[in-house]
T-cell receptor
């Protein structure tokens, strides 16, 4: 099977940079995705890494290292609205997606 | 362009009953996946439908079944409800070859 681990909670200051780590175990996958979910809301797609390296989308960047079974999401210029849960997720064949345990990010003034 | 829609928003059922949840995918999407999300947990993959057939299935019992219609909309059926089935049920749609999934707002199911 597949499993992904993330820190349960992270606190960061508004305007700062925060990194959310994700380690995984799997026999194979196509890519690593990141989703954001506000309390009471639906998950929304943030980024996808099919290959090793860094992908940048505005204030968000995501990194993947297949050799280390590791990825991270980097959020820059933190805003209060970034307070949410963040999930890493492995994409298998035809989008069978396995989500991680989730990291609750709290942004403080 | 309407996104993914789900109905109903909330549902309360009694143990042993059966429930049907509905999902309409985002326009242009042909693949629908269903997830169960317990409070404080990540979404758990139930199954995925494409071309009206179940293509992938997660680790859920046969009490969980589904259907996809020719217009790509989908239903999730759960029989013989247990207290542990209480959760947020999320529907996500995508293009077959895509990796980005669009989630609906979910149906909050409470089993008493």
């Amino acid at each position: 099977g597949q499993s992904l681990e993330q820190p349960s909670e992270v606190t960061a200051v508004e305007g700062a940079i925060v990194q959310i780590n994700c380690t995984y175990q799997t026999s194979g996958f196509y890519g690593l995705s990141w989703y954001q979910q506000h309390d009471g809301g639906a998950p929304t797609f943030l980024s996808y890494n099919a290959l090793d390296g860094l992908e940048e989308t505005g204030r968000f960047s995501s990194f993947l290292s297949r050799s280390d079974s590791y990825g991270y999401l980097l959020l820059q210029e933190l805003q209060m609205k970034d307070s949410a849960s963040y999930f890493c997720a492995l994409s298998g064949g035809y989008q069978k997606v396995t989500f991680g345990t989730g990291t609750k990010l709290q942004v403080i003034p | 362009d309407a996104g993914v829609t789900q109905s109903p928003t909330h549902l309360i059922k009694t143990r042993g009953q059966q429930v049907t949840l509905r999902c309409s995918p985002k326009s242009g999407h042909d693949t629908v996946s269903w997830y169960q999300q317990a409070l404080g947990q990540g979404p758990q993959f139930i199954f995925q439908y494409y071309e009206e057939e179940e293509r992938q299935r997660g680790n859920f019992p046969d009490r969980f079944s589904g259907h996809q219609f020719p217009n790509y909309s989908s239903e999730l059926n759960v029989n013989a409800l247990l207290l542990g089935d209480s959760a947020l049920y999320l529907c996500a749609s995508s293009r077959r070859q895509g990796y980005e999934q669009y989630f609906g707002p979910g149906t909050r199911l409470t089993v008493t």
